[in-house]
């Protein structure tokens, strides 16, 4: 084992060692680290649901009601009422026939993506797609293909160059968690129905988030019911945790068949499950949360953009400042910590060699004084 000390040595030295920050109460706008009071622009939890009274009288609730944990695989023994219930009201949400819940978005795609594809396949991926579907290609063995970042033409040319493969998935990213750029959803469709290729969209960080009514990037982009597979999770803007995939009857039919990360896995709380409930109810009667949200990102976008910053207009609440080496990310990120300001600093191998940078995450419930503390500080 001394090959560890090593290899720890190598990641300080590289400016790459990673450290918890632990908090001392629930993440909100607010987060107290080590007794200090910080403001707090890290967290996924965009609508502010995750401390919401509503979810957490939901999920105490089903305690009494069920108890802490399933105590099984859904297979088994562990499926209760409220999974159906919970995958009924996800995909009446999400447009689709059917859905299935994950005990995670990793999970999710996990699953997903194993139980499509197999050896002699591809699966077509995004170069900056999430490490959960990178890690589902493999656990598949299909062939991995990759095309440059939301580029149009590099994805029909891998298309092209993958027609002899039996089966072919083309797997994207909505809203990339890193660069907090939206996938050109409608037209990634065209071409992969074109070529005679499945399509995935991990719809993570859309959900709840994208278009009118929160629906997700499919909504946002208009192109709901041409996509065959869509993933979500339950653990950013619904505020708990949980991965679910959406789509056609047959296909939850079959992944609830083959995918190996949901059968031999103990389900999903039904504290979580009654939490998502709660959640997805505020998400479709309150659209005011999605409207707060998305005038703190033209607020700070539109800050940055006068001092010189390169930003995008879309309404992503995800925006990077990219600083290069991993020193200089770390150094900044500091520098903000030290005015009570929490962005964290990220670097490779989450993001590419020399791309690493400060990851803001606005959410709904940031004040307008918030949003220009931290233009001015930047």
């Given amino acids: ?4 000390n090593k290899e ?4 300080r030295r590289r400016g790459l060692y990673r450290e918890f920050k632990t908090l001392d109460a629930a993440t909100d706008r607010l987060i107290t680290l080590y007794g200090t009071t910080f403001l707090c622009f890290s967290s996924n939890n965009y609508l502010g649901l995750a401390n919401d009274p509503r979810l957490i009288a939901a999920a105490r609730q089903a305690l009494d009601d069920y108890g802490v944990g399933a105590a099984a695989s859904r297979l088994v023994s562990g499926n209760q009422r409220i999974h159906r219930e919970l995958e009924r009201r996800l995909a009446e949400f999400k447009g689709t026939e059917a859905a299935i819940v994950f005990p995670t978005g990793y999970m999710a795609n996990l699953g997903a993506v194993s139980a499509l594809v197999h050896e002699g396949d591809a699966v077509i991926l995004d170069r900056l797609n999430h490490a959960s579907i990178i890690d589902a290609v493999r656990l598949s063995r299909a062939k991995l293909l990759v095309y440059s970042h939301c580029d149009l033409d590099s994805l029909e040319q891998v298309l092209a160059r993958a027609r002899t493969h039996r089966r072919r998935l083309v797997v994207t990213d909505t809203l990339f968690s890193m660069d907090g750029d939206i996938a050109p959803l409608r037209e990634i469709a065209l071409l992969a129905k074109r070529y005679g290729a499945m399509v995935m969209a991990d719809d993570a960080h859309g959900t709840g988030v994208l278009g009118d009514n929160g629906r997700g990037a499919l909504e946002h982009a208009a192109c709901e019911g041409e996509v065959d597979v869509v ?20 296909l939850i039919e079959y992944l609830r068949n083959t995918a190996r990360s949901f059968i031999y896995t103990t389900a999903l709380p039904a504290a979580m499950c009654a939490a998502a409930l709660a959640a997805l109810d505020i998400v479709e009667a309150e659209p005011e949360r999605r409207a707060a949200l998305r005038e703190n990102i033209a607020l700070f976008k539109a800050g940055l953009r006068a001092k010189g910053f390169d930003l995008d207009h879309t309404p992503a609440p995800i925006v990077p400042i990219i600083l290069g ?8 990120a500091r520098e903000l910590y030290a005015h009570h300001i929490f962005v964290p600093a990220i670097r490779p191998p989450t993001v590419p060699k020399g791309t690493s940078r400060l990851r803001v995450s606005l959410m709904a419930g940031h004040t307008r004084d918030d949003v220009e503390r931290l233009v001015s500080l930047l």
């Avoid at 720890?8 to 990641?11: C, E, G, K, P, T």
């Avoid at 339950?234 to 991965?243: E, Q, R, V």
């Fill in 1 to 4: 084992m001394d090959f560890i």
């Fill in 8 to 11: 720890l040595a190598a990641l």
């Fill in 231 to 250: 993933m979500g999770t339950l653990s950013k803007a619904l505020g708990g945790l949980g991965g679910f995939i959406a789509g056609e009857r047959r």
């Fill in 325 to 332: 080496e991993p020193a200089r990310a770390m150094n900044k």
